[in-house]
């Protein structure tokens, strides 16, 4: 009963963080592609900055990867 | 997760032996590249090193430049960027190539490694990891760019004081720190522990490796995301602190 209960809490917790990131990487690149293709020569700078926002909105799942890791193998012992 | 051996266990201060070997091993592997990469300059024939150095420099500094708010706060900056960039790239590769972890049985209380901590760990004893997958070392180096920044405000204390009028400052005085370590510790943990899961899955009739692409594919990304959080957690640094430099003209 209590580790069903541990393994729903991981579920929804990497779950519902892909699909909020998953809008958010969207965002942001479409924005990208956007930029791009009404200024093709700015494209480097453009993309490094679409590099650093992809990075930071991708931080939260991956966080919550390493925490439902965490949670999943010390079955909330921590 | 793992039993990291500890020094002074059941004290307030426990201190993590493997993650401050590490990061000693890291900071050698640093001093020796920039040793060596100094020591063959040359200003008619620049080698594939020093091409390579003043890349990196030139790199850091066009970074800070984006950041900060005038030409001598980039140059008081570099140096420590330059630093952060490097150590944090090869403390977060360190954990890409390898991971060495012993196994034992035997419980050494006075470093920590318990029985009951051994039981959870399935007996295994990290030796050699990355020094960034451990919450405290980055959680750590996060309070410390609060701290500089802070210092940094507090040379204009008035203007400093001001712009915490708007609430919303004082929360980001608490998340930003948080999630600017959380954000490096949250990539390199989750790196390494999903590549240790993916090692546990079986051999296929004990010759086809299934996980073996997965791993591949796995180790790609973690090696990619190794170097964009080095280059993240640097920049975040320099935003942080450029914010809080008030007293200087914006020049550009």
Redesign the interface.
């Known amino acids: 009963m209590v580790q069903a209960l541990y393994d729903i809490a991981v579920a929804l917790l990497l779950g519902l963080s892909a699909a909020g990131s998953g809008v958010g990487d969207g965002l942001v690149m479409s924005k990208y592609v956007e930029g791009v293709a009404r200024q093709p020569e700015a494209r480097g700078s453009i993309f490094s900055s679409a590099?650093?926002g992809v990075?930071?909105v991708e931080?939260f799942p991956?966080?919550?990867?390493?925490?439902g890791?965490?949670i999943l193998?010390?079955k909330g012992?921590l | 997760m793992s039993a990291f051996p500890m020094l002074f266990p059941n004290s307030a201060f426990p201190i993590n032996l493997t993650t401050i070997a590490m990061m000693i091993l890291a900071g050698l592997v640093v001093i020796i590249f920039l040793r060596v990469a100094a020591s063959r300059l040359s200003v008619r024939e620049p080698g594939k090193m020093q091409n390579l150095v003043e890349w990196i420099i030139e790199f850091t500094a066009n970074m800070a430049k984006d950041t900060m708010p005038s030409q001598r706060l980039v140059q008081w900056v570099l140096p420590l960027a330059f630093t952060m960039l490097l150590f944090l790239f090869v403390s977060n590769w360190l954990g890409v190539i390898a991971t060495v972890s012993i196994n034992t049985n035997h419980p050494i209380p006075w470093l920590g490694i318990t029985a009951q901590k051994l039981a959870q760990a399935h007996g295994e004893v990290p030796l050699y990891d990355s020094p960034t997958a451990n919450m405290s070392m980055t959680l750590g180096m996060a309070f410390m760019v609060w701290v500089i920044s802070h210092f940094q405000g507090l040379k204009t204390p008035r203007k400093w004081l001001r712009h915490y009028k708007n609430p919303m400052f004082i929360i980001e005085e608490i998340t930003n720190p948080l999630t600017h370590g959380m954000r490096l510790y949250g990539n390199i943990f989750a790196g390494e522990a999903l590549i240790g899961v993916i090692l546990s899955i079986p051999i296929l009739y004990h010759v086809i490796p299934i996980g073996l692409p997965l791993l591949l594919v796995w180790l790609f990304y973690s090696a990619f995301v190794s170097s964009i959080q080095a280059y993240v957690f640097t920049i975040l640094m320099t935003l942080y602190i450029g914010h809080k430099s008030y007293g200087e003209q914006t020049d550009h």
């Open positions: 590099l650093l990075a930071i931080a991956v966080i919550a990867l390493a925490f890791i965490i193998f010390t012992a």
